[in-house]
């Protein structure tokens, strides 16, 4: 039966990006994996997906198979040979499914693909990154400030050196992996006999075995301890920016450092404040006397009250600048400005000396209404 071309098998187009090539194929390995999917012909798509993975993930056979399609890559090393046949690149993504859906069982082990992604190299290794979340308020965000946070973390043990030995003489080679921190594991399947590398569990895959502890950290190679650290927030940081800590994340593997804490920043909204960009908006209230004649006002700003002239003949909604009074870029040194809305109050009640001064006004430079002249326009 001839070969189903590999963008159809993973139902992408030709001009499909590395990424799309990658999420297209956890999907359907996910779909079609044999643990999971139990219907007829499952398993042979699911071969025939990572074999169209392996090609279309790997740039040199990705070309030579656009270029002169199966015939040539007949002859090309590491051929396609079921389940044995996957290259390196595709574990860590097969790994992601199953992990994601059996909740970490091994990473395939019963299909022979070497072990799981949870499996460590034995040199040394950066951790994990952590992350959590910060509230603050919107004027700290503006103006950056710097909050001092509690936090639990691994740290190196000093004495050891984050070996977890006594002394270097402690640690040994294991005897049980030669130093590899891998097995070979066969199991009876359904399929026959698998094989699968595991981490060796004498030496918990990192190749050593040690024969006196530190007393520090009791072999463990670190210390927990609590540690107060400050948090530098830069002015103009936007809700849902995060700040990198080094050092601060989960602990390293087999002596290596720690990953990095990351903390994304909540803005808690302002009651007047909106930002908007660099831009800061205010609306402030006005009388319908000061839109008219014109008038100053100390408008307040992130930064203080400056004082705004407002035109005579202001009309409700009319928008002004305050130049350099928004927020600073926090990629270079520009600024943004702040706009003040005009919303002109009507007052709703007078007294009997506002009511006459009203109607006198209205008597002397009222000759023809605003409405009088727009209903002449229906004429």
Do not use: W
Not at 122 to 147: A, C, H, T
């Amino acid at each position: 039966m001839a070969k189903k071309d590999y963008y159809e098998v993973l139902e992408i187009s030709k001009d499909a990006s590395n990424e799309d090539i990658k999420k297209a194929y956890r999907k359907l390995a996910k779909k079609y994996h044999p643990d999971i999917n139990k219907e007829a012909g499952a398993e042979e798509r699911f071969k025939e997906i990572n074999e169209a993975y392996e090609v279309l993930n790997d740039p040199q056979k990705k070309q030579i198979y656009d270029q002169y399609g199966f015939e040539g890559l007949e002859g090309s090393a590491g051929g396609f040979g079921g389940f044995d046949g996957f290259s390196s690149g595709g574990f860590g993504d097969l790994n992601d499914i199953f992990d994601h859906i059996m909740g970490g069982m091994g990473g395939f082990s019963n299909f022979g693909f070497g072990g799981s992604r949870s499996s460590r190299p034995n040199s040394p290794m950066k951790g994990d990154n952590r992350y959590m979340q910060m509230s603050i308020e919107f004027l700290e965000s503006i103006k950056g400030v710097n909050k001092t946070i509690s936090i639990t973390v691994d740290k190196k043990c000093e004495k050891c050196d984050g070996t977890g030995a006594k002394s270097k003489n402690d640690i040994k080679t294991c005897k049980t992996c030669n130093g590899t921190g891998k097995v070979t594991r066969q199991t009876r399947t359904a399929f026959g006999i698998m094989q699968s590398v595991v981490d060796c569990s004498d030496c918990n895959g990192t190749g050593k075995t040690i024969e006196n502890k530190c007393p520090n950290c009791y072999g463990t190679g670190y210390i927990n301890k609590k540690e107060n650290v400050e948090v530098k927030i830069p002015a103009g940081i936007s809700s849902g920016q995060q700040i990198r800590i080094a050092g601060y994340g989960e602990r390293g593997y087999n002596g290596g450092p720690n990953g990095d804490l990351y903390i994304e920043i909540l803005v808690r909204p302002h009651k007047f404040f909106v930002r908007e960009g660099n831009d800061i908006n205010i609306v402030i209230p006005i009388s319908a006397i000061d839109a008219t004649l014109g008038t100053k006002v100390d408008v307040p700003t992130c930064y203080g009250d400056v004082s705004l002239s407002i035109p005579a003949g202001s009309q409700p909604g009319t928008r002004l600048r305050i130049k350099g009074y928004g927020v600073k870029s926090l990629r270079s040194n520009t600024v943004g400005d702040q706009y003040v809305e005009l919303k002109v109050e009507i007052p709703t009640k007078l007294s009997k000396e506002e009511k006459e001064l009203y109607q006198k006004l209205k008597d002397k430079v009222n000759k023809e209404n605003v409405f009088e002249k727009f209903k002449k326009t229906f004429k």
